[in-house]
């Protein structure tokens, strides 16, 4: 495919999450920029993929499914929903209105128009990727909550980068993650930190948009909330391979409440 041909498919989506590297220079115009993307997959410490069978909950427009199909995993497979069923132009748009005028969003598979399942609008961006990159990256669409895990099988290695967080039942989800996952699941989400209490587990609840004022935000643990649950769970043991804690001296010394982004191994 020329360079050409890329630039034609990537213009023909109308919004972009990843900026992801589709060869020749050509770098979708993703709200993430590649160098956080690069950085957010450096701070996840992935294994050594090859050989390994990796499933990606919550894919958005690929690029952590990308990356480790390239990495030489044996066999990758993307799940999404939310993601893929919304018309994310429209969805970002509303969610931008709301927030300059100061009112919390209705949740977004509940505005007209936004919320499609059937022609999946938001899945244009990796299906894109997926034909220039010529990719062997398996899709399954389904809500990871609900799906039957029969179906879906076991992994070797398992993300589960941005999505606990927004979950109304993490718990359960942690269960669910433990049940497909052979050897370890990366976790990523957002945390908080709460100075005189690391040793307590605890977890955040937000009733609306307190969160970077997204009404699709639920819950936060912190270090130790999460390990716990993750034990309880049934991951025998977990590991932060991000920067802990989060460095604000000020806000530590006047034992305020930090929000930062939180990256867990947890092993089987």
Same mark, same amino acid.
């Given at each position: ?13 109308p ?21 956080i ?9 992935? #294994?050594?993929? =090859?050989? +390994?069978?990796?499933?990606? /909950? ?8 990308? %990356? &480790? ?8 497979t ?28 209705t ?5 007209p ?44 290695v ?11 039942? #993490?718990?359960? =989800?942690? +269960?669910?993650?433990?049940? /497909? ?8 989400? %957002? &945390? ?19 969160l ?8 936060a643990p ?13 991951f ?33």
């Open positions: 495919m020329t360079r050409d041909e890329k630039l034609q498919l990537i213009d023909k989506v919004f972009w999450f990843h900026s992801i590297d589709c060869g020749d220079g050509v770098i979708t115009d993703g709200v993430k920029p590649l160098a993307l690069q950085q957010e997959l450096a701070a996840m410490a992935v #294994p050594r993929l =090859a050989g +390994k069978t990796v499933l990606d /909950i919550g894919a958005w427009d690929g690029f952590f499914s990308f %990356a &480790a199909e390239e990495s030489g995993a044996e066999r990758v993307a799940l999404d929903h939310y993601v893929w069923s919304m018309d994310l132009e429209r969805q970002q748009r509303y969610w931008k209105a709301c927030r300059e005028q100061g009112v919390p969003p949740p977004y598979h509940l505005v128009g936004h919320w499609d399942p059937g022609t999946l609008p938001g899945k244009r961006a990796f299906d894109t990727v997926h034909r220039i990159k010529r990719s062997s990256v398996e899709q399954v669409v389904a809500d990871f909550m609900t799906v039957d895990l029969v179906e879906v099988g076991q992994f070797d398992v993300y589960f980068l941005g999505v606990l967080y927004h979950l109304e039942e #993490p718990y359960k =989800a942690l +269960k669910r993650l433990s049940l /497909i996952t052979r050897e370890v699941a990366i976790i990523e989400t %957002a &945390a908080v930190f709460l100075p005189p209490h690391e040793d307590v587990g605890i977890f955040e609840f937000y009733e609306s948009n307190e970077a004022a997204d009404v699709g935000n639920w819950f912190n270090a130790a909330g999460l390990a716990k649950a993750c034990r309880a769970a049934g025998r043991g977990v590991n932060v391979t991000s920067t802990y804690p989060p460095v604000d001296a000020t806000a530590a010394s006047a034992q305020q409440v930090q929000r930062y982004r939180l990256t867990v191994h947890a092993y089987k």
